[in-house]
């Protein structure tokens, strides 16, 4: 009763605020609506699919050698595959829950298109390559420790074909972008509370960069801005590996619950510490001519002219849903 009162009295508190900074918060979640339509939509929704047929199709099975794939994949399509393939891996049996628990601690990365569209643009060669190695190998390595020993079984259910599958899996992209897009628009709205409180400002007193950090902490694709107000190669590769609260939200929207917190946290800060630690090294090796801070500064990063490509996108994701809902009516 006392958690119940206490739930009612903190989203009145949400609530207030939320009138009271209208204006912000609007235009924070402007801002990110507009953000997912163009970009987001566009690039997850592909991916999102993919996973889709993966997993449906049985086509990553069971053993080691699924799982793997899953670890690597996740390095590569971006912060939300590796919860849809690890969540169809524990739906399909291949994974029990103590296993999908593990491989979500791990099967977790930005994509080397996220990180070339916010920090490595301007960068050379080496210096890209080497952000790129930062990012993914502590939580290679990580995946190698945490999983070592476990046996996944067999896949069990149903393996998919044809119409069915491919229905099944774009239907499942549309509810799990919807899902990706949601977390990103509250946290938004969270953003611009704090913003109207003056928290950033207030963190300002501390150190001019410290506002920023603590935006791209919250998230990570605030991180644009970190590399041209003068922010280190380091430090971004550890906020990249970490890859932020509403990045975390996104993947607990997708595992339905399965995300063990203190656990991904805790592995989260190691490789993100391990990422910083990596780049550091580098730095004298890799990224000699980024010393310079004429070559970190990056012209600003624009969601880019997608014409009629998002509107047909979020077209069709609604129409997927409301017949999805449909059929499970009947």
Do not use: N
């Not at 903190?10 to 609007?26: N, R, Y």
């Amino acid at each position: 009763m006392k958690m119940k009162r206490f739930g009612l009295v903190m989203a009145a508190g949400l609530l207030l605020l939320t009138a009271v900074f209208h204006a912000q918060v609007s235009s924070g979640i402007l801002t990110a609506g507009e953000r997912c339509v163009t970009v987001l939509v566009p690039s997850l929704y592909c991916y999102s699919i993919i996973a889709g047929v993966v997993t449906r199709s049985g086509m990553l099975g069971g053993g080691k050698a699924g799982m793997a794939a899953v670890v690597i994949l996740s390095q590569l399509g971006g912060y939300p595959l590796g919860a849809q393939l690890v969540s169809g891996m524990y739906r399909s049996g291949s994974l029990t829950e103590a296993q999908a628990r593990q491989m979500l601690c791990v099967c977790i990365g930005c994509g080397p298109g996220f990180l070339l569209g916010t920090v490595c643009g301007g960068l050379p060669v080496g210096a890209r390559l080497w952000m790129m190695a930062s990012v993914s190998l502590p939580q290679l390595i990580a995946a190698l420790v945490l999983l070592h020993g476990i046996q996944p079984g067999e896949y069990r259910t149903e393996r998919l074909t044809g119409t069915r599958l491919l229905t099944e899996a774009v239907e499942a992209a549309a509810g799990a972008m919807l899902r990706i897009c949601s977390m990103v628009l509250a946290m938004a709205g969270a953003m611009a509370v704090l913003d109207g409180l003056g928290v950033f400002r207030l963190a300002g007193v501390l150190h001019p960069k410290v506002p920023l950090f603590l935006r791209s902490l919250l998230e990570v694709s605030c991180i644009t801005d970190w590399i041209p107000q003068g922010g280190s190669l380091p430090m971004a590769a550890a906020l990249l590996t970490f890859g932020g609260f509403c990045v975390h939200l996104q993947i607990a929207s997708l595992c339905g619950g399965l995300l063990p917190w203190l656990r991904f946290w805790g592995i989260r800060l190691l490789c993100s510490a391990a990422a910083y630690c990596l780049c550091s090294l580098g730095m004298p090796l890799f990224c000699r001519e980024v010393q310079t801070a004429s070559l970190l500064l990056m012209p600003e990063v624009r969601a880019h002219e997608a014409g009629m490509l998002p509107g047909i996108c979020l077209l069709l994701m609604s129409a997927l849903l409301l017949y999805r809902s449909e059929r499970v009516k009947r």
